[in-house]
């Protein structure tokens, strides 16, 4: 056996099989590149779900993690830490908010914001107790909690989970009028992906989240936006929804906030709805940790300089126009997506989504399918231009264009 195939062994023996990986085992990782344990060299172009939009091993972040690890990594939030108010002060006004909730992972941020919407709804709109709804979008991807698969519309992340959460009403994404009959006077939120990535990169019709905005103030509701792969300069912008100048009452966040370093997630807003909570009403023993709070916080350094917005914008403008000629070709039917991410969906008759990434494996790309022959394109950001041109051509290689 090789030692890949060793190691794939051992995991398919001693773990749960939830995840099906592709066949490739990663020792060491710098930039946009991986090596795996045989020695060979990929170009990342999924960047772990847009959790390491700043590449692997970014000296920026490894630096502030070790300086960090020689001091204090954990207190809980019993004790105060030297880290957290400026973490936090720094993330809100990124944000253009006031107040931020730590978490860890994206599935505990949206968990955290449902409670936040909720717990506002009784106790600033009104909401009878118990009776509180928020309206979500058809073929979202918010987690895998047992609250979040309860409204989901995707059968492998919903069977067999049940019984399931009650309080939410799904509409189809981007329909606004859908949405509209939707909301109630008990409707305390709306929660939406501004691009819908586990579904393929599916970006929203132009307004619609402009008519979400409006709607939901009309309304008193909230507008609940998960930018957990969406934002932090993903697509050219530090959060997808400034692409239609809307700013919503709540954002939701996590991948790239720990750098791919740690787990760091937030919901941030502003004091009407994040003050409704009262001490020992919501907590986490590591949120807002001291590690965390030194990755975040050059996190959040680095998106503000602009660079990486920037940088993201400029090669998301040339990779889309490079997918645009593939899909001229009629090999690939469709492409979505803003800046460095997309969606591109390939014609069947030359394979599945999974068959397409197995054959850039062996060409030395790393990316990974969704829904049929979809496949998702999300390279780190600092990747430069000839290796993105290096990984499109390896595209075109496997479709024969």
Same mark, same amino acid.
């Given at each position: 056996?090789? =030692? ?9 023996? /001693?773990?749960?099989?939830?995840? /099906?990986?592709?066949? #490739?085992?990663?020792?060491?990782? %710098? ?35 070790? =300086? ?17 108010? @400026?973490?936090?002060?720094?993330? =809100? ?13 994206? +599935?505990?941020?949206? %968990? ?28 979202? &991807? ?6 979040? #698969? ?9 069977? $067999? ?31 939406? @992906? ?14 619609? *989240?402009?008519?979400?905005? %409006? ?23 530090? &959060? =997808?929804? %400034? ?13 790239? *906030? ?5 787990? #760091?997630? +937030? ?18 023993? &590591? ?11 050059? #996190? ?16 998301? @403008?040339?990779?889309?126009? @490079? ?23 390939? $014609? ?54």
């Amino acid at each position: 056996m090789t =030692a890949t195939q060793d190691y794939i062994s051992a995991s398919d023996a /001693h773990s749960a099989h939830n995840y /099906h990986p592709l066949p #490739v085992v990663v020792a060491t990782a %710098e930039g946009a590149w991986m090596t795996d344990v045989e020695g060979r060299r990929y170009l990342d172009m999924l960047a772990g779900y847009s959790a390491l939009n700043f590449g692997h091993g970014n000296r920026r972040l490894i630096d502030a993690a070790k =300086a960090q690890l020689e001091r204090v990594t954990l207190t809980s939030r019993a004790f105060h830490h030297d880290r957290f108010a @400026e973490f936090c002060t720094r993330l =809100a006004a990124l944000c253009g908010m006031e107040m931020v909730l730590p978490m860890n992972t994206g +599935a505990e941020a949206v %968990e955290t914001a449902v409670k936040t919407a909720r717990k506002w709804g009784y106790r600033v709109k009104g909401v009878p107790d118990g009776r509180a709804r928020i309206v979500v979008a058809s073929d979202n &991807f918010h987690g895998r909690t047992t609250t979040i #698969v309860s409204f989901s519309t995707d059968p492998e992340a919903r069977a $067999d989970y049940g019984p399931y959460t009650p309080g939410f009403d799904i509409v189809p994404y981007g329909d606004l009028e859908a949405l509209r009959a939707a909301v109630t006077d008990e409707t305390v939120a709306v929660l939406l @992906e501004p691009i819908q990535g586990e579904a393929g990169v599916l970006v929203p019709p132009a307004g619609y *989240l402009a008519g979400v905005r %409006e709607l939901t103030r009309e309304r008193n509701v909230l507008f609940v936006a998960d930018e957990i792969q969406s934002g932090l300069g993903r697509t050219g912008r530090t &959060f =997808a929804c %400034e692409h239609e100048g809307v700013v919503p009452d709540v954002y939701v966040l996590g991948k790239a *906030l720990g750098g791919g370093v740690v787990p #760091v997630s +937030a919901v941030v807003s502003s004091k009407d709805v994040l003050g409704v909570f009262r001490p020992g009403e919501h907590g986490s023993t &590591f949120g807002g940790n001291p590690l965390a709070c030194a990755v975040g916080l050059e #996190v959040i350094a680095m998106l503000e300089s602009g660079e990486f917005q920037q940088r993201a914008a400029e090669l998301g @403008e040339h990779l889309h126009a @490079e997918l645009g000629l593939l899909a001229g070709t009629g090999k690939v039917t469709q492409v979505r997506g803003r800046g460095l991410w997309a969606g591109v969906d390939i $014609d069947p008759a030359y394979g599945t989504g999974r068959e397409i990434s197995e054959k850039l494996m062996d060409r030395g790309v790393l990316v990974k399918d969704t829904h049929g022959s979809t496949i998702r394109i999300a390279p780190p950001l600092v990747i430069s231009k000839d290796d993105l041109d290096w990984g499109l051509d390896q595209l075109r290689a496997v479709l024969g264009a």
